[in-house]
């Protein structure tokens, strides 16, 4: 992500997350904020990082700090909902690129992209991880944050597919089959971020095999 959407901005302004005084601030000076605020609390967490500690790695005084921000945690609310904001960004450009074929095939692109080829950086991540895993004992809580949500309707277009061509057993719920499935890739991204990726030998029996064994209904 290069720049933050400006339309993004507006709206935080308008909920109250950040004030229109950042909203006026250059897009290089909101993208420093941004890119910031996600490698200090991907480290230190919510309650670990200060906002000394954050205006000395951004170059603001607290002063500035207080112009931009109500808070730390509207700070964390403003760093989680551009960075989920991207993330909704890259599973429908994901989605846009799709080549087609087989519901199989279509999967296995689908965690190609996404989990081996990742265009998350390292700080995003780690950020991420962060924002699955610890998120909830900050001051700020989201539910269900994760990137399973962007993904759902596309996963749920691949196994509609794959079931109406009988490429897919029929002996499960399709929307269940879904939900399955987009829970399987995105617990796989988490464990590529997290260092632990699962071998690829093993992809099918996590995410593949139960669909293609040709049992029928």
């Not at 700090?65 to 551009?82: D, G, M, T, W």
């Not at 994760?146 to 993904?151: K, S, T």
């Not at 057993?169 to 939900?179: A, C, I, S």
């Not at 988490?190 to 995410?207: E, K």
Request: glycine letters at 6%; charged letters at 20%.
């Amino acid at each position: 992500m290069s720049t933050i959407d400006e339309n993004l901005v507006a709206q935080l302004v308008a909920d109250g997350v950040v004030t229109d005084t950042l909203r006026r601030l250059a897009p290089d000076k909101k993208m420093r904020l941004y890119q910031v605020a996600l490698r200090l609390f991907a480290e230190y967490g919510h309650d670990g990082l200060s906002i000394d500690h954050y205006c000395q790695e951004a170059g603001i005084s607290k002063g500035s700090f207080f112009q931009y921000f109500p808070s730390k945690s509207h700070l964390l609310e403003f760093a989680i909902l551009v960075f989920d904001d991207y993330l909704e960004l890259l599973a429908s450009e994901i989605r846009r690129h799709d080549p087609g074929g087989t519901a199989r095939q279509r999967l296995l692109y689908l965690h190609q992209a996404l989990v081996v080829n990742t265009r998350l950086h390292r700080i995003e991540q780690q950020f991420y991880l962060f924002l699955t895993h610890s998120v909830h004992h900050s001051q700020v809580a989201l539910e269900d944050f994760d990137i399973e949500r962007h993904l759902h309707s596309y996963v749920q277009e691949i196994i509609e597919q794959g079931e109406g061509s009988g490429e897919i057993r029929q002996d499960f719920d399709v929307r269940l089959t879904g939900y399955i499935v987009s829970a399987i890739i995105s617990a796989l991204l988490t464990h590529q971020f997290a260092g632990r990726p699962v071998p690829r030998h093993q992809i099918g029996d996590l995410m593949i095999s139960f669909l293609f064994d040709g049992i029928r209904g």
